[in-house]
Structure formats: structure tokens, C-alpha cells
């Protein structure tokens, strides 16, 4: 796909009706096909690093001060092993619905040699693990869409709550469905030449699965009360954000850190990591932990 038709494709999501839903038709990732696709993916230089780095980077200035943190669809713990990395003085828990991917987060953690990760397997519709009142903060990334209905993810968002202490911080992170088809595929395929051919599948039925905005703004007011507000990014939804009030990253040393882990980021992946900065920023969200 040519980057020429981005105009084509941000113009068609302004005066097309929205796309309907299509649920995930593997709702957990339990294939060692998918697991593998999805991880290698994930990991060193691959295609997600500019995205895991842009949410650890705001995970990690959101949980500043929180002793235990849930996050809930881990998978295969790429990106929480990273925010665990950043922040070895917080205990993290995993709660992934897949044992296979539990499995593969656990000897990713393991290789890593992080004392600060436990997993459980549960789902995040009822995580029985997890006791009423005991998370200083919830994040959750690119694990939603998987949920089979809105009454799904209406049930997580209760679970959310039920799970947080009071003034408990939240960061739910995922993709948004586009509203024409030709943007769908224009994303899902946009990396084709160097990802997985499996990874760009799972991509394009995500988001046919993803839920929308305004599925986001009802279940942030209806059970999450004020403290949460909903982001976008910029004119195209492809990222949603539930998350609670942030201030900007005072440790001069993660800071420091985080910019590191930025520039040693291979230049395509610098670069859309500041467009994902750019396009949250332009929809609001402020305090850009790498400005
Ligand atoms: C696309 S992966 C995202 C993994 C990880 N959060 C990341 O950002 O790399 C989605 C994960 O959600 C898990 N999942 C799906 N439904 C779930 C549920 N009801 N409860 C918990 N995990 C679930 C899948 O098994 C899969 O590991």
C-alpha cells in the first residue's frame, strides 16, 4: 500500500458510516502459529517496538509512586516486561486468558531476569485472581478488541473498577475500528514487507474487531465514574485511551533512560514512534514523557 493514499484513507473515515464489528474469530491466542507471529513481532526491532516504547514510556510516568499494577490481556509480556524493566520497585501481574502466551511471557520474563512480574491465568471479564480494591493502577494494551461483545467489555470495565483502590490510575490502550475498509487494509498491511505475514492477519481482523470511541466514552462514564477520560489519536481513531490524570516524569534518570531507549530505536521506528507522539498530542493528551 503507497503512503500516497493516506489522504485518501483519512478523508474516507471523516464521511464514511462507521464499519460493522466483526468479533476476533480466535478470541484467545492459544495457536504456538499466532503466539510465535505475535511475539517475534513484538520483540527487539520489530514492528511494534515504536508502539511498546510510546505506551511503556507513558505507563511508566502514569504508575510513578503505585506498588502493584495489573495489566490485563498481557500475552506474551513484551510490553509489560519492558515497563517492569523501567520500574523495578513495582510488582506487576499479568492476567492473559491463554496459557500459551503465559507460558512464553513467562520464559520471556525469565531470560530477562525480572523479579517483578507474576502472571495469572484468568480472564479479564472476571479475574478471580485478582481481590477487590488491591491495584494502585489497571493498564491494559491492544487486549480488548479481543473481548466477543460490548457487554464483554462492559463487564471488564466493571472488573476495572471492582480491582482499583480508590484514585486507582488507569491505562487502557487499544486499537479503534476505522470506518472504511480501505483504511483497515490500509494499516493492517502498511508493514507487510517486514512483518509476518501471520502478524498482518491478526492486525487486519483486529481491527475489524476493535471497538469504537463512543463504546469507550459510555463505559468510561457509566462505570468508571470521573476520574478517566478517552483519547484518540488525531482524525483517525486507530488508538484509543482510557487513562486517568497524569503529571510529567520528574526521575531525571528514567527520563533520561527513556530517550535512550528511543534513539536506539532503528530510524523508521523513531520515526513513528513521534508520529504516534504527534498524533496523540494533536488529540489532546498532554505531558509527552520524551518532549
Ligand atoms: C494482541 S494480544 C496483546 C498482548 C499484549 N498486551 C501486548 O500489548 O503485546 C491480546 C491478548 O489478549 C488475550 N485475551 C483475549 N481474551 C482475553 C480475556 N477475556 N481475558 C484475558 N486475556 C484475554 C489473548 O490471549 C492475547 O494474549
Same mark, same amino acid.
Do not use: W
Given at each position: 500500500?503507497?503512503?500516497?493514499?493516506?489522504?485518501?484513507?483519512?478523508?474516507?473515515?471523516?464521511?464514511?458510516?462507521?464499519?460493522?464489528?466483526?468479533?476476533?474469530?480466535?478470541?484467545?491466542?492459544?495457536?504456538?502459529?499466532? #503466539?510465535?507471529?505475535?511475539?517475534?513481532?513484538?520483540?527487539?526491532?520489530?514492528?511494534?517496538?515504536?508502539?511498546?516504547?510510546?505506551?511503556?514510556?507513558?505507563?511508566?510516568? *502514569?504508575?510513578?509512586?503505585?506498588?502493584?499494577? #495489573? $495489566? *490485563?490481556?498481557?500475552?506474551?509480556?513484551?510490553?509489560?516486561?519492558?515497563?517492569?524493566?523501567?520500574?523495578?520497585?513495582?510488582?506487576?501481574?499479568?492476567?492473559?486468558?491463554?496459557?500459551?502466551?503465559?507460558?512464553?511471557?513467562?520464559?520471556?520474563?525469565?531470560?530477562?531476569?525480572?523479579?517483578?512480574?507474576?502472571?495469572?491465568?484468568?480472564?479479564? @471479564?472476571?479475574?478471580?485472581?485478582?481481590?477487590?480494591?488491591?491495584?494502585?493502577?489497571?493498564?491494559?494494551?491492544?487486549?480488548?478488541?479481543?473481548?466477543?461483545?460490548?457487554?464483554? +467489555?462492559?463487564?471488564?470495565?466493571?472488573?476495572?473498577?471492582?480491582?482499583?483502590?480508590?484514585?486507582?490510575?488507569?491505562?487502557?490502550? $487499544?486499537?479503534?475500528?476505522?470506518?472504511?475498509?480501505?483504511?483497515?487494509?490500509?494499516?493492517?498491511?502498511?508493514?507487510?514487507?517486514?512483518?509476518?505475514?501471520?502478524?498482518? *492477519?491478526?492486525?487486519?481482523?483486529?481491527?475489524?474487531?476493535?471497538?469504537?470511541?463512543?463504546?469507550?466514552?459510555? +463505559?468510561?462514564?457509566?462505570? !468508571?465514574?470521573?476520574?478517566?477520560? #478517552?483519547?484518540?489519536?488525531?482524525?483517525?481513531?486507530?488508538?484509543?485511551?482510557?487513562? @486517568?490524570?497524569?503529571?510529567?516524569?520528574?526521575?531525571?534518570?528514567?527520563?533520561?533512560? !527513556?530517550?535512550?531507549?528511543?534513539?536506539?530505536?532503528? @530510524?523508521?521506528?523513531?520515526?513513528?514512534?513521534?508520529?504516534?507522539? !504527534?498524533?496523540?498530542?494533536?488529540?489532546? *493528551?498532554?505531558?509527552?514523557?520524551?518532549?
Amino acid at each position: 500500500m503507497l503512503l500516497s493514499m493516506l489522504p485518501t484513507v483519512i478523508r474516507e473515515n471523516l464521511v464514511s458510516r462507521t464499519l460493522p464489528r466483526e468479533p476476533e474469530p480466535d478470541l484467545v491466542m492459544d495457536t504456538p502459529e499466532n #503466539v510465535e507471529a505475535f511475539a517475534v513481532a513484538g520483540r527487539i526491532d520489530g514492528v511494534m517496538s515504536a508502539n511498546y516504547l510510546f505506551h511503556s514510556a507513558r505507563i511508566t510516568q *502514569l504508575i510513578q509512586g503505585c506498588e502493584q499494577v #495489573v $495489566d *490485563l490481556g498481557c500475552g506474551p509480556a513484551t510490553q509489560l516486561a519492558q515497563i517492569a524493566g523501567l520500574n523495578p520497585g513495582i510488582q506487576f501481574t499479568g492476567v492473559d486468558l491463554s496459557e500459551v502466551m503465559l507460558e512464553d511471557g513467562r520464559r520471556h520474563v525469565r531470560e530477562l531476569g525480572l523479579s517483578n512480574v507474576d502472571f495469572a491465568h484468568d480472564s479479564m @471479564t472476571r479475574i478471580s485472581s485478582v481481590e477487590d480494591a488491591s491495584a494502585d493502577a489497571v493498564i491494559s494494551t491492544l487486549a480488548l478488541h479481543h473481548l466477543p461483545s460490548f457487554e464483554d +467489555l462492559r463487564q471488564t470495565f466493571r472488573e476495572v473498577r471492582r480491582i482499583l483502590k480508590p484514585d486507582g490510575r488507569l491505562y487502557l490502550v $487499544d486499537l479503534g475500528r476505522l470506518k472504511s475498509l480501505k483504511s483497515v487494509l490500509y494499516f493492517a498491511y502498511m508493514n507487510r514487507a517486514h512483518q509476518p505475514h501471520l502478524f498482518s *492477519l491478526d492486525y487486519e481482523r483486529s481491527l475489524r474487531a476493535a471497538f469504537v470511541r463512543e463504546d469507550f466514552e459510555r +463505559l468510561a462514564s457509566e462505570e !468508571l465514574g470521573s476520574g478517566a477520560r #478517552v483519547y484518540q489519536t488525531f482524525r483517525l481513531s486507530v488508538l484509543l485511551l482510557v487513562t @486517568t490524570a497524569d503529571r510529567p516524569l520528574e526521575d531525571a534518570a528514567l527520563r533520561d533512560k !527513556l530517550q535512550g531507549m528511543r534513539n536506539d530505536l532503528p @530510524t523508521k521506528y523513531r520515526k513513528q514512534l513521534d508520529d504516534i507522539r !504527534l498524533f496523540f498530542r494533536l488529540g489532546g *493528551l498532554k505531558n509527552d514523557p520524551f518532549a
